[in-house]
């Protein structure tokens, strides 16, 4: 199966992303994840993300961007796409970075994650590695975008999100990512409605 290219497709989300502002580099930094987005054969807007294995040490079973910690001198942008390519097998000359989420930390305080956007070309086989990765997920936007979906619960005066899938429920620091995205494909619906 033929998946489109980046360039090839226009829709009004591939449109919305636009408005991503630019990766953001804070010092005190210590990981980077790959938001990769892509058109599939449909012209629907899709993101790829993975379920950890039960097993793993950190976050087990979570659902989460590709994505783990900085080599030492490497960017957010370099360890989000090597990550990437290694998680799931996206070869690296896909990946076009258009952008970035705000930083956020998981439940340790002091692992602050620079989430990056990025068109990619997915490949006809996406290949998980089996020590970091049991599931790859593939929702649409549209799917992400359904609220009813969604259900919210306060954490220490926070608001805690989930999104479930069949697999596994998608929740913490990469919901709160997956949130943000969505308000800028949103925020672009709202302007075409308005104009």
């Given at each position: 199966?033929?998946?489109?290219?980046?360039?090839?497709?226009?829709?009004?989300?591939?449109?919305?992303?636009?408005?991503?502002?630019?990766?953001?580099?804070?010092?005190?930094?210590?990981?980077?994840?790959?938001?990769?987005?892509?058109?599939?054969?449909?012209?629907s807007?899709?993101?790829?993300?993975?379920?950890?294995?039960?097993?793993?040490?950190?976050?087990?079973?979570?659902?989460?961007?590709?994505?783990?910690?900085?080599?030492?001198?490497?960017?957010?942008?370099?360890?989000?796409?090597?990550?990437?390519?290694?998680?799931?097998?996206?070869?690296?000359?896909?990946v076009?970075?258009?952008?970035?989420?705000?930083?956020?930390?998981?439940r340790?305080?002091?692992?602050?994650?620079?989430?990056?956007?990025?068109?990619?070309?997915?490949?006809?086989?996406?290949?998980?590695?089996?020590?970091?990765?049991?599931?790859?997920?593939?929702?649409?936007?549209?799917?992400?975008?359904?609220?009813?979906?969604?259900?919210?619960?306060?954490?220490?005066?926070?608001?805690?999100?989930?999104?479930?899938?069949?697999?596994?429920?998608?929740w913490?620091?990469?919901?709160?990512?997956?949130r943000?995205?969505?308000?800028v494909?949103?925020?672009?619906?709202?302007?075409?409605?308005?104009?």
């Amino acid at each position: 199966m033929q998946h489109p290219r980046a360039d090839e497709v226009s829709t009004p989300h591939w449109e919305a992303l636009q408005s991503v502002p630019p990766v953001s580099q804070p010092d005190r930094a210590v990981a980077a994840v790959l938001v990769p987005l892509y058109i599939d054969v449909d012209e629907s807007v899709r993101v790829i993300m993975t379920k950890r294995p039960d097993n793993m040490r950190t976050h087990p079973g979570d659902v989460v961007f590709p994505g783990g910690r900085m080599e030492p001198g490497e960017s957010a942008v370099a360890a989000a796409i090597r990550e990437a390519c290694e998680e799931v097998g996206l070869p690296e000359d896909s990946v076009a970075v258009i952008g970035g989420l705000t930083p956020i930390t998981t439940r340790d305080p002091d692992n602050l994650i620079v989430p990056v956007v990025a068109k990619v070309v997915r490949p006809d086989v996406l290949v998980p590695q089996p020590e970091e990765v049991e599931i790859i997920l593939e929702p649409t936007i549209d799917e992400l975008l359904d609220e009813t979906r969604w259900n919210v619960s306060e954490w220490f005066g926070r608001n805690l999100w989930f999104f479930d899938f069949p697999e596994a429920t998608l929740w913490g620091a990469t919901a709160f990512m997956v949130r943000e995205l969505l308000e800028v494909f949103r925020s672009n619906q709202d302007s075409s409605e308005q104009a």
